[in-house]
């Protein structure tokens, strides 16, 4: 369902994927219950709650690939959202829960800017979009989840190794005090060619029984970044609002 960058905007890097949890539902008898799709989805951010002009960005027109707008995911759609893709550093419990870990919802939404990026060619602007992923499971497994996810990716900071892309550096960035746990992580990576640098501030959190990752990506050529850190953590704890 998520095809290749020219098309989505979407690639998985050396530290593969982060997810943020939110939200805590309670059943009548005031146990937590695992959240459906439908109430996810009541969570994810749209266009009006950021600032500037956002873009609902569903997939390419037509077919089985489109995302329906709720961002409610079909199974054979989560079975292809990317995962995880550790480096080799990252534990065998990391790869495991890479392999298994799929979300039940989904959204995109692409910023409009005054200096739109233009591929390959062009030498100065951005292109940016974030992206949200929400996962529901029991609590014990969520915090597990977690676990895993944040010791693969904080094992795989450091210099990426150019590949497909690349050369480009991981380390950890600094995530507002939201959910249970969480964490962050700032990844810098060439583009094929060196014609210009993703920007990709990533953060997890935990809360209760879901986890969710929200992904901002600026696709930048000759510019300084677009959101700094702080302008990234307010976008954080505008999604965390919406519990």
Known sequence: MIPEVSSLKVRNVVLGSMMFGLGVFASCGGEEATPTAEDLSRMLLTESDLEGEWVLFNGPQGGDEMVDPSGILTDQQRELVPSFDFCDKASD?????????????????????????????????????????LYADDPDEITESFDLVR????????????????????????VPSVGDDRFGALITIEEAGGWAEWHIQEVMFR?????????????????????????????????????
Do not use: W
């Open 93 to 133: 419990g990391a790869n495991e829960i890479a392999e298994v870990l799929r979300p039940l919802v989904f959204r995109q939404l692409d910023l409009t800017t005054d200096d739109e990026i233009d591929p390959p060619f062009d030498r100065s602007g951005h292109m940016i979009f974030v992206q949200q992923f």
């Open 151 to 174: 010791e693969g990716t904080t094992a795989c900071f450091g210099i990426i190794p150019a590949d497909e892309e690349g050369p480009g550096f991981a380390e950890e960035l600094e």
């Open 207 to 243: 809360q209760g029984a879901v986890l969710m990752r929200l992904v901002l990506i600026d696709i930048r050529a000759g510019d300084d970044p677009y959101f700094t850190t702080e302008e990234f953590g307010d976008l954080v704890k505008t999604a965390a609002a919406k519990l």
